[in-house]
T-cell receptor, first 113, second 110 residues
Framework: AQSVTQLDSQVPVFEEAPVELRCNYS??????LFWYVQYPNQGLQLLLK??????LVKGINGFEAEFNKSQTSFHLRKPSVHISDTAEYFC???????????FGTGTSLTVIP | ETGVTQTPRHLVMGMTNKKSLKCEQH?????MYWYKQSAKKPLELMFV???????ENNSVPSRFSPECPNSSHLFLHLHTLQPEDSALYLC?????????FGNGTRLTVT
């Protein structure tokens, strides 16, 4: 079975500082990996995805993530955050075949002016 | 515009009411999903439909009844709900990966 762990439930960071949101997963099969962002009163919006190829994936809003197979991690990074990045961030995995998606519990990012 | 439209955005209902949530996707996807998002809890997968056939039912109480008349529309029929069913209900669709979500229906059961 697949599972996703987001160790940090809340991450406060000052504006223009770098941030890393951690995600670890467990799986016995090859997986696809995703990061979603959720703003208040909205659904989840895809930030970026890893399906295959380069392990460094660039997404929208200046975010990027690196797939590390040996550490089973897919951490999300941004070199300089903005107030508008304040939101809930979810890591997710899916098996390469089928439509089973597994989500982490989310990390609340708060950018402090 | 997310490509997945959910109505209504907000719903308040009593425990004896019957209501339905609607989801429509304009992306040509073959799979549709209902998720429940409660405060401080992970996203809970409720139902999955693949080409209109239900392929997943995660032990959801019978007071929630899904309907998928075609691969573009998904409904969640609600009856005799409990206060603990108050949550954000998210619809999603996919064709393989990734999932595309609607903006959700905020449900309050009084």
């Amino acid at each position: 079975a697949q599972s996703v762990t987001q160790l940090d439930s809340q991450v406060p960071v000052f504006e223009e500082a770098p941030v890393e949101l951690r995600c670890n997963y467990s799986s016995s099969v090859s997986v696809y990996l995703f990061w979603y962002v959720q703003y208040p009163n909205q659904g989840l919006q895809l930030l970026l995805k890893y399906l295959s190829g380069s392990t460094l994936v660039k997404g929208i809003n200046g975010f990027e993530a690196e797939f590390n197979k040996s550490q089973t991690s897919f951490h999300l990074r941004k070199p300089s955050v903005h107030i508008s990045d304040t939101a809930e961030y979810f890591c997710a995995v899916s098996k390469e075949i089928g439509n089973q998606f597994y989500f982490g519990t989310g990390t609340s990012l708060t950018v402090i002016p | 515009e997310t490509g997945v439209t959910q109505t209504p955005r907000h719903l308040v209902m009593g425990m004896t009411n019957k209501k339905s949530l609607k989801c429509e996707q304009h992306l040509g996807h073959n799979a549709m999903y209902w998720y429940k998002q409660s405060a401080k809890k992970p996203l809970e997968l409720m139902f999955v439909y693949n080409f209109k056939e239900q392929t997943e039912n995660n032990s959801v109480p019978s007071r929630f009844s899904p309907e998928c008349p075609n691969s573009s529309h998904l409904f969640l029929h609600l009856h005799t709900l409990q206060p603990e069913d108050s949550a954000l209900y998210l619809c999603a669709s996919s064709h393989g990966s990734p999932l595309h979500f609607g903006n959700g229906t905020r449900l309050t059961v009084t």
